[in-house]
């Protein structure tokens, strides 16, 4: 009787291979879900902020029983995007109102410490914030930032509160453009034409132009327009 006393068996280099293979995969699996675990992180603090700015903005406008003269007007891409149809051309942009609106807005939303000049210096804004640019700078004598009662931080641009950015999760790392630090612009959403004038009636939050002059999102990160989009599922 013949037995077969062959033993079937792995190669050192074959359970190296495997492991190896294994150790790709168990990487790019948690890679992909610890993205995903920051993206929704990053929508919700987006979600959160972008509700308390937009409650305060209507807020301050309700109680005033008026439209603050502070405000940009809504692009054509703005119009169609966000279904902007009541805005007539004859609406014009005025800046009157904008330091009582500034101050009637940052009280609406808890400020805690008001920097009306060199935000970087008077410990507004943290020394790792992210390099000048056209009209957000760090610590110029003619820039503003706010602190409020919630850790986030309000950053005016040169334009005053008609252009700003929030840092969502305040002064807390990664302090970058499209992560945590988002901007906005103030524009038109509706008005009313009366004889041969138009008049806003409602005014709210929209993504400002990208390009030359606005602050380029870093890597990963993503701007107004597509947080907005994200957030609430927009195609």
């Known amino acids: 009787m013949v037995f077969n006393n062959k033993k079937f068996g792995f190669t050192l280099a074959e359970v190296m291979l495997t492991l190896t293979l294994i150790g790709v995969l168990a990487t790019l699996t948690i890679s992909t879900i610890g993205s995903s675990v920051q993206q929704r992180a990053r929508l919700s603090e987006f979600r959160a902020a972008y509700a308390r700015l937009d409650a305060a903005l209507r807020n301050v406008t309700i109680d005033e029983g008026k439209i603050y003269r502070c405000y940009f007007m809504p692009t054509a891409a703005d119009k ?6 009541r805005i007539t051309s004859k609406t014009t942009a005025e800046s ?3 330091t ?3 101050d009637a807005l940052t009280k609406a939303l808890g400020r805690t410490k008001t920097c009306a000049s060199q935000p970087t210096t ?7 914030y992210p390099a000048d640019t056209e009209y957000y700078k760090k610590d110029a004598a003619n820039t503003k930032a706010y602190i409020l009662d919630n850790g986030m931080v309000l950053w005016l641009s040169t334009q005053g509160i008609r252009l700003f950015a929030v840092d969502i999760n305040g002064r807390s790392a990664p302090n970058k453009w499209g992560h945590d630090i988002i901007p906005f612009m103030i524009k038109v959403t509706e008005s009313k034409d009366i004889g041969d004038k138009a008049y806003p ?3 709210g939050l929209l993504p400002p132009p990208t390009g030359p002059g606005q602050p380029a999102v870093t890597a990963a990160g993503m701007t107004t327009a597509e947080l907005m989009k994200a957030s609430t599922n927009r195609k």
């Open 80 to 85: 169609s995007e966000f279904g902007l149809t």
């Open 96 to 98: 009157a109102d904008c």
């Open 100 to 102: 009582n609106l500034e």
């Open 122 to 128: 008077n410990r507004c804004l943290p020394n790792n």
């Open 201 to 203: 009636v409602s005014i």
